[in-house]
């Protein structure tokens, strides 16, 4: 895999409506690298946007889609699968630490961490490898807050959330943050706590909103998130932190799903009552220890080490599935998924940036990761999807090269030596209880990445890269339904890793009050993967894919105090269906956002009042499938801020029209009728933020 993203560049350059966006080191491109400077798009959503999009809704999902046009609109629940960047899956770190669980995705990636707790969020979109395994649609680097200069600050921040249509201790949510740190000489602290309660969501017709009772929901549901970080000056050079966060949501488990009707166009609903089983959950756990050394030799040193463990429940189901008439009469058996996963690794690099007289940049490291999983049944103890272990070693090396003032090349090169080993195991009755042979499979992948960015005149650059991103399919939705004895798990084709290489063309021009950003891009797999349904769960397609598609987005100062700007997506997939070697199908919901055309207008009234109003346009959508049409829709919402003596009061509204719709999930995914959810209606937040 390739440090490529390392080069870590610019379409959206700084999401910022309220000043002009200093330069931004992306610490996710391993490299160091400005924003503006890289051959590839990169966004930088600050703390202050990120704020802003809270008040609106407390879904990271939901924060992601609003402000990224290439981001799959949010499903709206606990489970997000089918939410893509460029229509292929991203890597999420939180402090470059992966959230992702590319061998055994469960969609609960995005719900890892209360971004309550981010100070800002830097993507790098389209495939890379630079942090390892997974990123073959982008990288999301979450990046948590740092203590305040002081000896001792606090924050607290409190806010309450309705439906309009309707009030009442059900449909009530609650949120509370309190942080406290402080930063001396030579010691940096912060600890962070935050509690959310989230009650009934309702339609845009005063509905209540079908609740997902088998993949989970954020709605009905209780989290809480816990930050620590403990910084060390060693020298004014030397610097070493430790950070540990908890995050964990469970549903409150308070209501059950009516089917829809998708021929009507009647949405699923929720009825009080109280699902069977043990209610679904998040638990994860994210820690590191990390060191740098910003004079070492004249090189600069980075190091951490790392743990994520991550336990993620779904609900309980009849399915046929679960079925076992060893255990109960066919039809009467429910039971649980449970996914467990527990990543160690380390990240290592070393860089040095005055060689030839200034003029070239070198960075080589290496990076280790142990994965180890498995997916078991909660209620019966059952195997699903046997155990594995993923052990590997990259080492890569990026170099930047000026030849001229006016222009930079960009390459890498990233070794990839990994290993998966898979425990034998026998498979569920639904699957004819086929004893499957383990064993262990090798992967020896050689990445690259090259780019130039050119800078004709001062206020305009032109950008251009390739880059290789290395994935490893869904291994559970592989194994877990094998039904033909004899099969050895040395043997399956399908295990065998995607490699993507993504393309990109594009051109930043910062000119007066204009900020202008335009790319096209490419994105190819010869085997790669498609989501697709299969009675009521989701199994996967090993086939040649294609994704392309446009981005553009202009901002425009209007004064000091008002700012506007639009972003555009256009993105089209095509696979091969039939094996042939061409493109001759349309890739559906599941696999691709539709186009998607996000506007904002941002003011500061005067040194108290500030405003802000977003508009999002998903546009109408064909697909192969009729049935799988999406009539588009557009929703708008709009916050306001105001300062106080003491603190800062804010009111949003999301949703401000009251839209009644069926979310792009539901209505392209053709998914059975319980999931025809539709989104959620005009919803009033008040909030109170202090520091003191």
Known sequence: MLAL?????????????????????VSASRSNIEADKAPQTVVIIRKEEIERQMAISTNSSDLLSSVLPSYTPSRGKMNGSGETLRGRAPLILVDGVPQSNPMRPTGREAHTIDYAMVDRIEVIQGANAVNGLGATGGTINIITRRPEKGSFKQHVDVQATTPTSSLGSDVMSYKTTYRVSGRGDKLEYLFSAGVEDQGLYLDGKGRAIGTDNTQGDLMDSRSYDML????????????????????????EASYLVVAGDRKTGLPSVSVEGKPPGTAPWNDVWTSSLAYSHADLAGMELSAMVFNQEFEGLFGADNSATFQDVLIAPVGTLYDQSRSLASKYGSKVSLGKSDLLGGRMKLTGGFDTLFDKGKQDLYGTGRTYVPESD?????????GEYKPLDQLTLHAGVRKENADLR??????????????????????????FNAGLVYKPVQE???????????GMPDIGRVLRSINTPGQN??????????????VELGTRIRKGDWDIDASIFRSDSDFGTRVIPVNGAFMMAREKTRIEGVEASAGYRISAAHRAKLAYAYTRGRYDSDENGSLDARLDGLNVAPNRLIATWSAHWNGKLKSFVQAQHAFHQNFDDPAKEFSGYTLVDATLNYQLPKGEVRLALANLLDRDYITYYSQSALVEPKRYFAGRGRVLTLGYALNF
């Open 5 to 25: 993203a390392a080069l870590a560049p610019s379409m959206a350059h700084a999401q910022s409506d309220e000043a002009p966006m200093q330069a931004v080191v």
């Open 489 to 502: 798990v040395a043997d399956m084709q399908d295990l065998q890793p995607i490699l993507t290489r993504s």
């Open 228 to 251: 620590a970080k403990l910084g060390y000056w060693i020298d004014d050079k030397q610097r070493v932190q430790l950070s540990v966060n908890r995050y964990r949501i469970k549903s």
């Open 422 to 447: 898979i425990d034998s195991y026998r498979t569920l009755a639904q699957y004819k209880r086929v004893a499957v042979e383990g064993g262990k499979l090798k992967f020896n992948e050689t990445l």
């Open 460 to 470: 305009v650059s032109v950008f251009t890269s390739y880059s290789e991103g290395f």
């Open 390 to 398: 993923y052990r590997n070693l990259s080492l890569f090396v990026q």
